[in-house]
C-alpha cells in the first residue's frame, strides 16, 4: 500500500458524459500528478500539482481539467467524454516538486466509456 | 525530448533463476533519475528500484539490481532468484533533471513459471 488513495475504484459512464477522480496524496505529500495509462498510448503524463498550484501539463486533453484543494487532495475532472478516454487514471505523489522526488502511485481509476 | 525503449515485450523465467529486462533511453541531459516500476494485475504501480545518472554505483534493492550503462544509456533490471509473485509488467521510466514528469517505456511482460 503506498499510501495514495484513489476513489472511485472503477467508472461506467456514456459518451457526451462528465466524471470527476479523486486522489488523497499520502500524509505529508505536497505534490500530485495524473497519468493516463490506455493500451495504445502506454502511460502518460497528464498534470501535475504542487501545493495547490499547477507545475506542470503533459498531454491532458483540453476536455480534461484538475485542480488540487487546500487539503492537498486533488481532482481530475473529465468531459464530453469519449470511447477513446476509457482507460486507468493514476495519481501519484511525491513529497515535493523536484526531479530526485520518487513518485508513489495509488491503485488507479479504471474508467469505461460506453 | 526522452524516450524511454523496452525491446522485450514479453518474458519468461522459472521460479529461483535469474532474469534481466532491458531498457535503453533518449536524453540530452546530464542530470536525469531512472526507475523501475511494476505493475502486478491488481495494476497497482510498484517502484522496484530507482538510480541516479550521477551515480557511478549500480542500485541494489534486495533481489533487484540495475546494471546502469550511461554512455550506452542502457539501464536493464536484474531479478535474481525469481518468485512466482514476480510475475507482472515491468515498465522502466526516466525522468529528467528540469522536468518532474515521468516518461515511461511501453513495458515487459515479465511470467515466472512454477
Known amino acids: 500500500d503506498s499510501g495514495v488513495t484513489q476513489t472511485p475504484k472503477h467508472l461506467i459512464t456514456a459518451t457526451g458524459q462528465r466524471v470527476t477522480l479523486r486522489c488523497s496524496p499520502r500524509s505529508g505529500d505536497l505534490s500530485v500528478y495524473w497519468y493516463q495509462q490506455s493500451l495504445d498510448q502506454g502511460l502518460q503524463f497528464l498534470i501535475q500539482y504542487y501545493n495547490g498550484e499547477e507545475r506542470a501539463k503533459g498531454n491532458i486533453l483540453e476536455r480534461f481539467s484538475a485542480q488540487q484543494f487546500p487539503d492537498l487532495h486533488s481532482e481530475l475532472n473529465l468531459s464530453s467524454l469519449e470511447l477513446g478516454d476509457s482507460a486507468l487514471y493514476f495519481c501519484?505523489?511525491?513529497?515535493?516538486?523536484?526531479?530526485?522526488?520518487?513518485?508513489?502511485f495509488g491503485p488507479g481509476t479504471r474508467l469505461l466509456v460506453l | 525530448a526522452q524516450t524511454v525503449t523496452q525491446s522485450q515485450p514479453e518474458m519468461s523465467v522459472q521460479e529461483a533463476e535469474t532474469v534481466t529486462l532491458s531498457c535503453t533511453y533518449d536524453?540530452?541531459?546530464?542530470?536525469?533519475?531512472l526507475f523501475w516500476y511494476k505493475q502486478p494485475p491488481s495494476r497497482q504501480m510498484i517502484l522496484v528500484i530507482r538510480q541516479e545518472a550521477y551515480k557511478q554505483q549500480n542500485a541494489t534493492e534486495n533481489r533487484f539490481s540495475v546494471n546502469f550503462q550511461k554512455a550506452a544509456k542502457s539501464f536493464s533490471l536484474k531479478i535474481s532468484d525469481s518468485q512466482l509473485g514476480d510475475t507482472a509488467m515491468y515498465f522502466c521510466a526516466t525522468r529528467q533533471g528540469g522536468s518532474e514528469k515521468l516518461v515511461f517505456g511501453k513495458g515487459t511482460k515479465l511470467t515466472v513459471n512454477p
Open positions: 501519484a505523489s511525491s513529497t515535493i516538486a523536484g526531479p530526485s522526488e520518487t513518485q508513489y
Open positions: 536524453t540530452s541531459e546530464n542530470n536525469y533519475y
